[in-house]
């Protein structure tokens, strides 16, 4: 009987060799396995492990907030789980009885487990909350303003995302895709909760071979491989919604926008097209006013709207696109432009927020209910933007707004971390660092000595998905594993539920965090759920033993193809969506009513912070474009051998046009510096013509490794460089990709890459305390 594990990059199978040693292998059902999750088991992760409890010298010396600037500087005392477990409660019980369960920040980010129970968000949300609750955060870093916005437009983001069109309705209809920002397969290799079937790569190929022309719309070229041939069209990072602007007015001047369907199904044309006319600001939003905006002709961007019109049409955008200056207007423009085409509802037509940015859009599997562990209630009001950690801690009782509401920044005196790394999603991490001393206490549940780490106070170890029991299931993925342990748990690692359950204990929560439960008593109630809500929707799913037994279960026997919006747009009444009106928002009054002069109440183009077009490129002539890597998700398994066989020199690649590398005197492979006025990180030159000139792409996750005594990051981490400034007012998004950087060198003899040496452990045994604890 195969052995199977889930993980965020997809099935593997298991495999053991005569001396039972265990190894992955691709699922055989996957068209497009991706390679990513065959690393897990890389030796090369295995030495980084947390393999016991470990506590900062000068915390456990001197107490809470001793010498936070020496986080991420000094040695770790490996001390005992229940001396860990002491220390940890303690000071949970110090900081809520001394200033509030509203102090307590429960940090986790990271990217949704695969496994639906062993899921470290959901394990230390609900420890929190059964010991009186803890500061959230809301929304994400990879869709901040997405998130925030469309639920006022369209509907919220989760349930647009499993509900786009399926790869065989476009391969089927779709006469034009064109793509604002490209469909990358390389960012799909990855599903929340675990990937099925990869279906880019196969998506893509199946519509060109139908037929579909694809336009390629942003400063990257190689983010959309069909097989066949894609049009480029070169735009200006952070200037789409001005080109979208303009092809709208082209579709409203020549008579081509369906105002039938604008007047059936929409709300607010009228005033966004006072705005679009130039009628509100003397500004006609043309193709000629266009053009030095983007960079885009303005003959080419009048052709292309006459194309759409007259085509089958699917506009497509990628989720970097509203991670920036104003990121919401793209979004809300697309959305528009999608509108007066009139074909949203329509089979191969409408729109699509994001194929590519996960497996999960275009499937055409069921919707599994669960299973779910539920969090209960949090006692604390208070919450932030996620991307907002830095402003929190070096701005407590500051206000900021989020959604139309008013808020004030909590002061945080422990951080409790369970999934993630900060040092890698936030931007500008040089501020981050100063704001990282604010906390008294930073308690971290790891896997792997991370960049956040090695600046915790107290690290816990936590067990990897290799190592627990747990069921692997995703929304409209296709499959539910029953995932059995492929290695033991190194070293005294224990599972996050068991870790929280001592601590719980401690702090008189059992009951409220166990319910009388272990974790397989939770298992079992989380399947029966779940086989209980799919029997109502007619999937029937073995009993527990028998699914554990199976390994697998396979849900394509209740594959549907889908075509979003499609009951919406045969009766707008009878399926009105979740906003005010019912209908589509072009204007949302709503949003009108907050009075937010950085996102008014319909899409309008707004001048970046940093862009091409603007000041500061005498300093800094170059858009830095900071995208997901090909061989890692986010910065997770970095030190595998996959992640870097990537590099060169030990360092992340920097993409530059050749002409830009030519002005500069950049062959390839050099090192360079990349800096601006937030900082500097080191990269290895590759010189490629598949970015624009004046653009330079390097890709996130490389662990944070500055230079103790220059602070150069050394490892080519981009979000030193980025800036930490909200999107808007309005949804206090991460703009990572508004940043202008110059880029200088070769780097005369560069500094050693430490990004994975271990910190310094001093055994238990050998540690000897220096004074009591105050």
């Known amino acids: 009987m195969t052995a199977y594990t889930a993980s965020h990059w997809g099935i593997y199978e298991v495999e053991r060799d005569a001396a039972g040693r265990a190894s992955l292998r691709a699922f055989a059902e996957d068209p497009d396995p991706s390679p990513i999750g065959l690393h897990q088991t890389d030796e090369s992760l295995a030495r980084l492990r947390v393999l016991r409890p470990a506590v900062r010298r000068s915390w456990l010396e001197h107490g809470p907030g001793a010498a936070p600037e020496l986080r991420g500087r000094e040695p770790f005392v490996e001390v005992s789980w229940e001396t860990a477990l002491d220390l940890v409660s303690a000071e949970l019980l110090r900081v809520r009885e001394a200033h509030g369960n509203a102090a307590i920040f429960g940090g986790s980010y990271g990217w949704s487990s695969a496994g639906r129970f062993h899921h470290a968000q959901s394990q230390v949300h609900r420890f929190l909350n059964a010991v009186g609750g803890y500061v959230r955060h809301m929304d994400s870093y990879s869709l901040g303003a ?13 349930e647009l995302m499993g509900m786009h069109s399926s790869w065989s309705v476009l391969a089927e209809h779709t006469q034009l895709f064109v793509a604002f920002g490209g469909v990358p397969a390389k960012n799909a290799q990855i599903s929340a909760g675990g990937a099925g079937r990869h279906r880019v790569r196969d998506g893509l190929r199946r519509m060109a071979e139908r037929g579909t022309r694809f336009v390629n719309i942003g400063p990257v070229a190689d983010n959309l491989e069909t097989g066949s041939a894609v049009e480029w069209i070169q735009a200006r990072p952070n200037t ?23 007047a059936r199904c929409c709300t607010g044309y009228e005033r966004f097209e006072r705005c679009l006319s130039g009628a509100e600001d003397g500004t006609p939003k043309t193709p000629a006013w266009a053009e030095p905006i983007t960079g885009v002709p303005a003959a080419r961007i009048a052709a292309l709207a006459r194309e759409m019109a007259a085509s089958r049409t699917m506009l497509n955008i990628a989720w970097s696109l509203q991670r920036a200056s104003h ?6 423009m697309l959305v528009t432009l999608a509108a007066m085409l009139g074909q949203i509802g329509l089979p191969g037509g409408g729109f699509g927020l994001g194929y590519g940015a996960t497996n999960l859009m275009g499937s055409a599997h069921a919707r599994l209910p669960g299973p779910t562990l539920q969090q209960g209630r949090n006692a604390v009001r208070d919450f932030i933007p996620v991307a907002r950690i830095a402003d929190m801690l070096l701005n407590p009782g500051a206000p900021f707004t989020y959604v139309g509401g008013h808020y004030a920044y909590p002061d945080i005196r422990l951080i409790y971390w369970a999934g993630g790394n900060p040092f890698h999603h936030h931007q500008d991490l040089n501020r981050l660092e100063r704001a990282w001393r604010k906390p008294e206490t930073i308690i971290f549940h790891e896997q792997y000595w991370t960049p956040a780490a090695r600046r915790a106070d107290i690290v816990l170890p936590a067990t990897t998905t290799l190592e627990r029991t747990d069921i692997g299931s995703s929304t409209r993925e296709g499959y539910l594993v029953a995932m059995r342990p492929v290695a033991s748990p190194a070293g005294e690692a224990r599972d996050d539920y068991d870790i929280f359950a001592d601590l719980a204990a401690r702090l008189g929560a059992a009951e409220a965090y166990t319910e009388g439960l272990d974790s397989e008593g939770w298992l079992r109630r989380l399947y029966a759920e779940t086989r209980q809500k799919s029997a109502g929707m007619g999937i029937d799913l073995p009993e527990y033993d028998a699914f554990q037994e199976t390994g697998l279960v396979s849900l394509a026997a209740h594959d549907r193809p889908n075509v979003m919006l499609e009951a919406f747009r045969a009766d707008p009444g009878a399926h009105a969506l979740g906003t005010p009106s019912g209908r589509i ?4 009054e709503r949003i009108a009513g907050f009075g937010l002069p950085d996102c008014p109440g319909y899409p309008v183009w707004r001048e970046p912070l940093e862009w091409l077009g603007g000041a500061g490129t005498d300093r800094h002539p170059l858009h830095l474009i900071s995208d997901q890597p090909v061989r890692r998700l986010h910065s997770q398994l970095d030190a595998s051998g996959y992640s870097t066989a990537g590099k060169r020199h030990g360092r992340e690649l920097i993409h530059i046009h050749p002409e830009d590398a030519d002005e500069r005197g950049l062959a390839d492979g050099d090192i360079v510096e990349v800096f601006n006025d937030r900082g500097r990180c080191q990269a290895a030159v590759c010189r490629t013509g598949q970015v624009m000139r004046g653009v330079v792409r390097l890709n996130t996750g490389a662990w944070y490794d500055p230079d103790p005594v220059t602070g150069v990051e050394k ?14 007012g309005f949804s206090q998004g991460c703009i990572a990709q508004t940043c202008l950087v110059q880029v200088g060198g070769p780097v005369a003899d560069p500094p050693p890459v430490t990004a994975f040496a271990l910190p310094e452990l001093i055994p238990q045994g050998q540690w000897k305390a220096r004074g009591p604890r105050p």
């Open 585 to 588: 928002e072009i204007t949302s």
């Open 327 to 332: 990121g919401e207007q793209p979004f809300w």
């Open 146 to 158: 997405g998130r925030a916005l469309m639920p006022h437009v369209v509907a919220p983001m989760d």
């Open 240 to 262: 789409d919604t001005a080109l979208m602007l303009a092809l709208a007015w082209v579709l409203r001047e020549e008579g081509l926008a369906d105002r039938a369907f604008l």
């Open 715 to 728: 490892h080519g981490n981009p979000n030193v460089l980025t800036p930490d400034i909200g999107a808007s």
